[in-house]
């Protein structure tokens, strides 16, 4: 007998994490690498003390049955799944770990969460209350990317702040530099992907010293599906699939730029030196020159001139 509306067998990836405190991680990985396995899903799962995040992917009905048994375990009660198209097919194998951290900022000791989520992390804005905000507090708002620098080269809110970081793990130096202390008294959202980033750095700042600090609910996915691009966001979203960005409608701006020769490009390619890899915007008439497909350091600069010899 067939389904009436969807086919079961239909694959889907499911997005998923939740602040709370675990008392055994290690029981919890092993349920979890156990579960994934009884249903065929593959993906990455983190676990920590102070939740878990997860992407996996699988058939549809499979996946149905993961987010019920997932959320048994009385932390994870209230745990949100977002669902997207693709599948098992999408990740190599299954992963399931317990990590100090489930975002790597190099602050396991000082994230403190309880059953509600992170303690003193900056207040959750829906994203039609981030538009509120701007409307009501005007220039004074200041956007704070909460994502690596790279990834606000080819979209990000309109005059954000983006910090120098190449991994979550430059935040709290950069927080510390002082660059952003004319900041602290004035009303700053933080923005990342899907939000996960965002929990944890908005309590990073607020621990030091940054006094109205916000959050937007569901990241830029959840503002994009609302505004689209007519609202505050500008240009592309990069995105950790083979995919690499994605657009929220027809009209999206395009920001990012070749490194080499300046064109418009929203594409990131690895640079040709294999010991450096570093995502670098190239257009594709030089991402698919030897001579060209660099990531602009010196050194590969050197390696990629001699690939045409
Ligand atoms: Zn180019
Ligand atoms: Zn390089």
């Known amino acids: 007998m067939g389904n009436s509306y969807t086919d079961l067998h239909e694959s889907r990836i499911l997005l998923y994490y939740c602040f709370t405190p675990i008392a055994d991680p290690t029981a919890v990985m092993l349920w979890q690498r156990a579960l994934c396995e009884k249903l065929e899903l593959t993906g990455r799962i983190l676990i920590s003390e102070h939740g878990i995040n997860g992407t996996v992917g699988g058939t549809l009905a499979n996946c149905k049955a993961y987010t019920k048994a997932t959320r048994q375990y009385p932390g994870f009660k209230k745990m949100e799944f977002k669902w997207s198209h693709g599948g098992a097919e999408d990740f190599p194998r299954l992963s399931v ?6 975002v790597a900022f190099g602050a396991p000791g000082e994230l403190k969460v ?10 959750h804005l829906k994203p039609q209350q981030v538009n509120d905000l701007v409307a009501e507090r ?3 708002v200041v956007f704070f990317d ?3 620098a790279m990834e606000a080269e080819i979209g990000k809110f309109k005059n954000a702040v983006v910090p120098d970081v190449n991994t979550t793990h430059d935040f709290i130096r950069e927080l510390e530099s002082g660059k952003y202390d004319w900041m602290k008294d004035k009303p700053v959202v933080s923005y990342c992907t899907g939000g996960i980033r965002c929990e944890i750095l908005s309590s990073l700042m607020k621990n030091r010293g940054f006094e109205e600090v916000y959050q937007i609910d569901g990241g830029i996915v959840r503002y994009g599906e609302q505004f689209g691009d007519d609202g505050l966001w500008e240009g592309s979203l990069y995105v950790f699939d083979k995919r690499m960005h994605m657009e929220f409608s027809d009209h999206s701006k395009q920001l990012g730029h070749c490194h080499n020769c300046g064109a418009a490009t929203n594409l990131f390619h690895n640079c040709i030196n294999e010991a450096c890899r570093k995502q670098t915007l190239l257009c594709d008439e030089c991402a698919h020159n030897p001579a060209t497909a660099h990531c602009g350091n010196p050194e590969c600069i050197e390696i990629a001139a001699a690939s045409c010899h």
């Open 138 to 140: 005007g220039d004074e």
């Open 146 to 148: 909460g994502r690596n």
């Open 114 to 123: 309880d059953e509600n989520g992170v303690i003193g992390g900056g207040i």
């Open 97 to 102: 770990k317990v990590r100090d951290e489930i």
